[in-house]
């Protein structure tokens, strides 16, 4: 059981350039989340999808797209980074919207935009 | 949903309990008290909740005070490996998702 995915572990782009972070879970969970943390703060919710076929805004959407590839999968896609982006991205999953909210989280990638 | 403060750090001694405080004046009747923690580097890891009773499990306990304006976590005997930021979050049980981090406190266990 490898838990939360997260491909790559680290990136470096030039601003304007796009990429996809992909994360995927292997625990049949209904939800998956996407978080962004800046240095000494705490995580921020960029977007999530509840269940397969969905996806809705978190906190902090802008500038960010997402993908519910299937169950397993979600990607978030930076179409044209910027330097605001650079970031560690968290991708979590839960069993579903409506539990406790225990989520699991995958190890992060580390985005910088140079 | 109602925000949290804790203290931005903190220090304890190995073997001793770490009692890690929240405040959460402005909690509603639906909303829950999470406690995860980071380990630096990783991505956060789920410790406890709790509605109003106060709660055990094999990672720590949970004491939430009679009013709910306020809890404490305690890892009863701590170890090196507890070195982390500890974020107390608050939230709805059936808003699934979004949890909303603070800056969290930044416990240090030291030998």
């Known amino acids: 059981n490898a838990g939360v995915t997260q491909t790559p572990k680290f990136q470096v782009l030039k601003t304007g350039q796009s990429m996809t972070l992909q994360c995927a879970q292997d625990m049949n969970h209904n939800s998956m989340y996407w978080y962004r943390q800046d240095p000494g703060m705490g995580l921020r919710l960029i977007y999530y999808?509840?269940?397969?076929?969905?996806?809705d805004k978190g906190e902090v959407p802008n500038g960010y797209n997402v993908s519910r590839l299937n169950k397993r999968e979600f990607s978030l896609r930076l179409e044209s980074a910027a330097p605001s982006q650079t970031s560690v991205y968290f991708c979590?999953?839960?069993?579903?919207?409506?539990?406790?909210?225990?989520?699991?989280f995958g190890p992060g990638t580390r985005l910088t935009v140079l | 949903d109602a925000k949290t403060t804790q203290p931005p750090s903190m220090d304890c001694a190995e073997g001793r309990a770490a009692n890690l405080p929240c405040n959460h004046s402005?909690?509603?009747?639906?909303?829950?008290v999470y406690w995860y923690r980071q380990i630096h580097s990783q991505g956060p890891q789920y410790i406890i909740h709790g509605l109003k009773n106060n709660e055990t499990n094999e990672m720590a306990s949970l004491i939430i005070t009679e009013d709910r304006k306020s809890s404490t976590l305690i890892l009863p005997h701590a170890t090196l490996r507890d070195t982390a930021v500890y974020y107390c979050?608050?939230?709805?049980?059936?808003?699934?998702?979004?949890?909303?981090f603070g800056q969290g406190t930044e416990l240090s266990v030291k030998p």
């Open positions: 402005t909690i509603s009747g639906n909303e829950y």
């Open positions: 979590a999953s839960s069993e579903d919207i409506s539990s406790y909210n225990e989520q699991f």
């Open positions: 979050i608050v939230g709805p049980y059936n808003q699934g998702g979004k949890l909303i």
């Open positions: 999808s509840a269940s397969e076929g969905t996806t």
